[in-house]
């Protein structure tokens, strides 16, 4: 049996969390730094907006593809070689960033950044729920993802003081000191041990192989799709859907970005301690929706506001979409040690990699109610209502994993 730690606070969880820190700061800088960025290229504020678009869809493909290839490595090699392999790449990658000149470049460095972060979280959410006593796991996790979800903050004041090129180099060179912090971290003693085993590690396939495996894979990953609709849709085009909603203050999706990954990052502390109270994954999961639900709701009445108000909203919206510790959690709690770094590092990945579907939809939508008075914020308020029923559905049909014993493995 692996000897867990009693203590949320060891070196692995400390590394996972500034590990995570990078990682967000580096996720969220091209939404920070979107507008500048792509304006200082010389296109319009249309094609900023269509731009915008296609490089974060980009991105999100590339931590698509990225989490296969991290998670089947945490499981075949170890989920150190992925602390250790994505760090350097989305490093270069950001510093290759602060390089580019047009679109086509933008969005080949943020494809090669993606692939580089999808393996950051998983593989350190991996190692902390393994090093962890069982009865602590939810709280290690959610002090990851809380310190973690302050790089995004971080961003938000690094591009207030510098060019946004600079603030892709100072992005990579985040990456290589974290480094050196990595030197100190053990290997989970449960995947030493299953490395000795005659089993199969990392197969990607196995997910698909078998109904339940299958059925508790899908959901895991569906009941992520509303953070990434609300960071990615209305937090991200916060500013259009001010000018919709008839603000005449102007809405700096800088600001939206920063108040709402503030609250994201205390409530994913917070949704640690709502779990272990209520000794419940999926309770403190459905907390955190129903807060979200209204916070939607509040959002899309917002006619004749004020840039203020977007800003509280978008506040509120970030703490409803707190549960990410505890999503990611589920994840690798679902799975044997033999499948654990792969589940983990793919389903945050996949729900990102939706991004490009939920603006599929989102823009398919607008077709849609074309002839209603405001197409743009109606295909915004119906696309949310369609994630969250599916999310809410796939929590239903979730096992619940609260102090679930991880020594074993899938067969």
Known sequence: MQKTSSSIFTIAVLVAALGYFVD??????FNIVRVDSLTEMGLSATQVKTQ????????????LIGGIIWGVMGDKKGRLSVLF?????????????GFVHTPDQYALTRFIAGIG????????ITLVTELVHKDKRGLSTSLVAGIGLLGAVAAFF???????RNCYFIGGGLGFCLLLLRISVFESGMFTQTKKMDVSRGNFLMFFTNAKRFKKYICAILIGLPTWYVIGVLVAFSNNFAREFGISETVSPKVSTMVAYVCISIA????????????????ALYIFYILTIISIIFYFNQQNGTAAGMYVICAALGFGTGFWAIFVTMAAEQFGTNLRATAATTVPNMVRGAVPIIFLLFNWLQTVFADV??????????????????????????EETFGKELDYIEM
């Open 24 to 29: 967000i700061y580096d996720l969220l800088l």
């Open 268 to 283: 994913d502390v917070l949704v640690g301690f709502v779990s272990q109270w209520l000794k419940s994954r999926k309770k």
């Open 52 to 63: 915008g678009e296609f490089i974060i869809s980009i991105q999100m493909v590339g931590l």
């Open 117 to 124: 972060l999808a393996g950051e979280l998983g593989a350190g």
């Open 373 to 398: 008075p405001h197409p743009y914020i109606t295909a915004g308020w119906v696309s949310g209502a369609i994630i969250m029923f599916i999310a809410v559905t796939a929590a239903y049909f979730t």
């Open 158 to 164: 690094v591009s207030q003081n510098f060019n946004w």
């Open 85 to 97: 392999g994505s760090i350097i790449l989305y490093s270069l990658a950001n510093i290759a960033n």
